[in-house]
């Protein structure tokens, strides 16, 4: 339909359910670090399960409440982002991401968060964008800081997780920040 060139040879385009073999085979190859912090990696473990995750996100999008892009190196899925929340009524939506080792390393994932953020600031006029990480997710973090986001806070033993409870730090940028604003 449309791809965004984040570097050469790279490349952000919407992830649909028709995809979820390619999906369920990129999460599998990096089942290892994003199963540790992605709630949607623990479910998808299958066909079935994988396109249901990708449907989930379908709906979101028909809903305007959230949406899912991969990152594609070289042809191959490597990783995502996603708008996890997206509410225009009050402004304000937080931005995920996962990658398997391939796409790591190489930008793309920060690349791919700075469209996102084009997007939901300038295309879409919302006034803050967080991000939320386990406070173990040194990789999540630095895109944060990268990217130009202010740590608001830790909250302490908030989400449960694979049987553990994890502090999460929440991130945020607001549009007043943005370059061009």
Same mark, same amino acid.
């Given at each position: 339909?449309?791809?965004?060139?984040?570097?050469? %040879?790279?490349?952000?385009?919407?992830?649909?359910?028709?995809?979820?073999?390619?999906?369920?085979?990129?999460? %599998?190859?990096?089942? @290892?670090?994003?199963?540790?912090?992605?709630?949607?990696?623990?479910?998808?473990?299958?066909?079935?399960? @994988?396109?249901?995750?990708?449907? /989930?996100? #379908?709906?979101?999008? #028909?809903? %305007?409440?959230?949406?899912?892009? /991969?990152?594609?190196?070289?042809?191959?899925?490597?990783?995502?982002?996603?708008?996890?929340?997206?509410? @225009?009524?009050?402004?304000?939506?937080?931005?995920?991401?996962?990658?398997?080792?391939? /796409?790591?390393?190489?930008?793309?994932?920060?690349? #791919?968060?700075?469209?996102?953020?084009?997007?939901?600031?300038?295309? *879409? /006029?919302?006034?803050?964008?967080?991000?939320?990480?386990?406070?173990?997710?040194?990789?999540?973090?630095?895109?944060?800081?990268?990217?130009?986001?202010?740590?608001?806070?830790?909250?302490?033993?908030?989400?449960?997780? *694979?049987?553990?409870?994890? %502090?999460?730090?929440?991130?945020?940028?607001? #549009?007043?920040?943005?370059?061009?604003?």
């Amino acid at each position: 339909m449309y791809a965004v060139p984040l570097a050469p %040879d790279a490349e952000l385009r919407p992830l649909e359910p028709w995809q979820a073999e390619e999906f369920l085979a990129n999460i %599998d190859r990096g089942r @290892a670090g994003i199963d540790a912090f992605i709630p949607f990696a623990t479910r998808s473990t299958d066909l079935e399960s @994988a396109r249901a995750t990708l449907q /989930g996100y #379908a709906d979101r999008q #028909a809903r %305007d409440t959230g949406r899912i892009y /991969g990152i594609w190196w070289g042809g191959v899925l490597v990783g995502g982002c996603m708008f996890v929340h997206f509410d @225009a009524a009050t402004g304000t939506c937080e931005i995920g991401v996962w990658s398997e080792p391939a /796409g790591q390393g190489r930008g793309l994932v920060t690349a #791919a968060v700075r469209r996102l953020l084009a997007y939901a600031f300038e295309e *879409r /006029g919302m006034q803050r964008v967080e991000w939320w990480n386990s406070t173990v997710n040194e990789r999540s973090r630095a895109v944060a800081q990268r990217v130009g986001m202010t740590l608001d806070g830790t909250l302490r033993e908030h989400y449960p997780y *694979r049987g553990v409870r994890h %502090d999460m730090e929440i991130w945020s940028l607001l #549009a007043s920040e943005w370059p061009g604003h």
